[in-house]
């Protein structure tokens, strides 16, 4: 028996003969001898065979990493194609086609049957004779009411008296265990026009009650991303006491039309355009979002605007016919995620 670095049998060095074969083995080097002159060796590109399915990788690191890289191949793509398609537009000129249309959420809409036409005769005569109408044909001006639910704490606190700043005319008093049906008749003795509850779950304003008076209607919205001044970053100065311009954007639907004729008749119906303050009712796939800005002319030309707070987003959630009324009241509409979030596509206002 031969032992380590001695020769077997014929001779032959085992060990030498292991070298050998692996010194004759030949290597995979490039045409160009990069590898051969000790040049850092390049990462190959993802290259994933068709019909290729990164689940089917049982190794979660590995799957991990080769998503990342997939994800980079895909965007590398992207961006090459991007480029190809910019230089082709400038040989073109302006013989270049026009560009397409992106699908969003939006313009893929679900249509609705329900959506308000401006030159509709039926859509006038209801505007001219609805609740709203004695507000819009300048026979009363709006003075609201402001209150919470029992027991403020200060976040709410703060907010009704910052939400008091934006409205004109609007007064903040606290419930004090007083029931809303016990309110409404004292509100409508005193001349005031609209009744805004803000309420509270674990010291978070989360829901909002705006009822018309005297006839009504009433909606109810779920509040979320309320922010008040002083956590709005780059804000402006306290806001002034004029009138504020008011923007809706994107009330279409019948039920849209109502929602906004509420919000509208909550402020003057003529701003004072010297105070350079917007009040903003945006209505994006049923959130509405309120934003609170002042103009800025930084020249003749350029305008600016600055936020001033607070800020919040709105959902509806019920609109009543009348004053408030949980017990017997008739509602219009109402909500019901399980029948009517059934589309991604289809919105209500």
């Not at 990342?68 to 000129?93: N, Y």
């Not at 397409?100 to 006038?124: F, L, M, S």
Request: hydrophobic share 30%.
């Amino acid at each position: 028996m031969a032992r380590s670095g001695e020769t077997g049998v014929g001779g032959e060095d085992r060990r030498g003969t292991k070298r050998k074969s692996l010194a004759d083995a030949p290597r995979e080097d490039s045409e160009d001898g990069a590898a051969g002159s000790g040049a850092p060796e390049q990462p190959r590109p993802a290259a994933f065979p068709p019909g290729f399915s990164i689940s089917e990788i049982k190794n979660k690191q590995r799957r991990h990493f080769m998503f990342v890289r997939w994800k980079q191949q895909q965007r590398k793509e992207k961006l090459a194609a991007k480029k190809k398609l910019k230089k082709e537009r400038e040989a073109l000129g302006d013989k270049a086609p026009p560009k397409p249309v992106p699908k969003t959420i939006e313009n893929q809409r679900v249509y609705d049957e329900t959506i308000v036409d401006p030159n509709d005769e039926e859509v006038a005569y209801d505007e001219a004779t609805d609740e709203f109408a004695s507000h819009f044909n300048r026979q009363t001006s709006p003075k609201i009411l402001i209150t919470t639910s029992d027991r403020p704490r200060g976040r709410t606190v703060r907010f009704c008296e910052q939400l008091s700043t934006v409205i004109p005319n609007s007064h903040v008093y606290y419930r004090r265990g007083l029931a809303l049906k016990r309110i409404i008749p004292q509100c409508i003795s005193r001349d005031f026009t609209d009744l805004i509850v803000i309420n509270e779950d674990r010291k978070i304003p989360n829901g909002l009650v705006l009822s018309h008076l005297p006839h009504g209607p009433t909606a109810h919205f779920r509040m979320s991303s309320v922010r008040l001044r002083k956590e709005i970053k780059r804000k402006g100065k306290e806001p002034t006491q004029h009138s504020p311009e008011v923007i809706l954007n994107n009330f279409t639907t019948r039920l849209g039309h109502s929602i906004g004729r509420m919000f509208a008749s909550l402020f003057p119906h003529d701003p004072q355009f010297i105070g350079r303050q917007v009040a903003t009712f945006h209505n994006q796939r049923d959130y509405i979002f309120f934003r609170f800005h002042r103009y800025l002319f930084k020249s003749e030309k350029k305008v600016g605007i600055q936020e001033l707070g607070p800020r919040f987003t709105l959902k509806l959630r019920s609109l009543q016919k009348g004053t408030f009324d949980s017990k017997y009241g008739e509602y219009e509409w109402v909500h019901k995620p399980r029948e009517m979030d059934t589309s991604r596509r289809k919105f209500h206002l």
